[in-house]
């Protein structure tokens, strides 16, 4: 069990190395953090909700729908299982704004 959560630990990172935080992003991709008007997003892995300073931000993989609605598009109005989602205010680089 233990041995398990530790691989699984240890993937998580490996993902997390690969962000370069000198490439310029401007559209929703992988190692992007998303400002939005109600939630603020760091596109990577999913490990919920991160708190800096005052900002909340949640943590998603590509895996998650939301990822998926916004994945390639810098301003977008998204539809998910009925929910609307706001419009995206910034696209920025992990560490690179």
Same mark, same amino acid.
């Given at each position: 069990?233990?041995?398990?959560?530790?691989?699984?630990?240890?993937?998580? =990172? $490996?993902? =997390?190395?690969?962000?370069?935080?000198?490439?310029?992003?401007?559209? &929703?991709?992988?190692? @992007?953090? &998303? *400002?939005?008007?109600?939630?603020?997003? *760091?596109? @990577?892995?999913?490990?919920? #909700?991160?708190?800096?300073?005052?900002?909340? *931000?949640? @943590? /998603? +993989?590509? $895996? &998650? %729908? /939301?990822?998926?609605?916004?994945?390639? $598009?810098?301003?977008? #109005?998204?539809?998910? +299982?009925? #929910?609307?989602? %706001?419009?995206?205010?910034?696209?920025?680089? =992990? =560490?690179?704004?």
């Amino acid at each position: 069990m233990m041995a398990q959560q530790l691989d699984t630990e240890l993937n998580e =990172l $490996k993902v =997390l190395e690969k962000i370069d935080p000198n490439k310029k992003i401007e559209i &929703v991709g992988f190692g @992007a953090v &998303v *400002f939005s008007q109600d939630q603020n997003y *760091f596109v @990577a892995i999913s490990s919920g #909700k991160i708190e800096i300073g005052s900002q909340l *931000f949640y @943590a /998603i +993989s590509a $895996k &998650v %729908p /939301i990822y998926q609605a916004l994945q390639g $598009k810098n301003e977008v #109005k998204a539809v998910n +299982s009925g #929910k609307e989602y %706001p419009d995206i205010r910034y696209v920025l680089a =992990l =560490l690179g704004y």
